[in-house]
């Protein structure tokens, strides 16, 4: 592939038609990968099975961006050092302030 200034490739627009329907087909593969993994982790969590107590889904959006920007320089930043009752009175406390 060539390279075009500062030595980078070429995106998937420049890719001819074969190599974007490869890379749309691998995206398509892994989006069926993770799916039916957070499917099958979702479905082990609200039934509880014992088995896969270990396997387990933590969801990640933006409201944990906007809830880490809020932490950054409080004593919530370290996720060691968070605590459910700490972060829920900050939360409570800068809700009423604003």
């Not at 490739?9 to 974007?20: K, L, S, V």
């Not at 990968?33 to 014992?50: D, I, K, M, P």
């Not at 889904?57 to 809830?67: D, E, K, L, N, S």
Request: glycine share 6%; aromatic share 8%.
């Amino acid at each position: 592939m060539a390279s075009t200034r500062c030595g980078a490739t070429p995106g998937p627009a420049t890719w001819p038609p074969a190599g974007r329907r490869r890379a749309a087909d691998l995206k398509r593969r892994v989006a069926v990968v993770f799916r039916s993994y957070f499917e099958e982790v979702t479905t082990a969590a609200l039934t509880g099975r014992a088995d896969d107590r270990v396997n387990c889904q933590v969801p990640y959006g933006p409201t944990m961006g906007a809830f880490k920007r809020f932490a950054e320089n409080t004593p919530s930043a370290d996720r060691h050092k968070r605590h459910v009752d700490t972060v829920a009175e900050s939360l409570m406390t800068e809700a009423t302030s604003s």
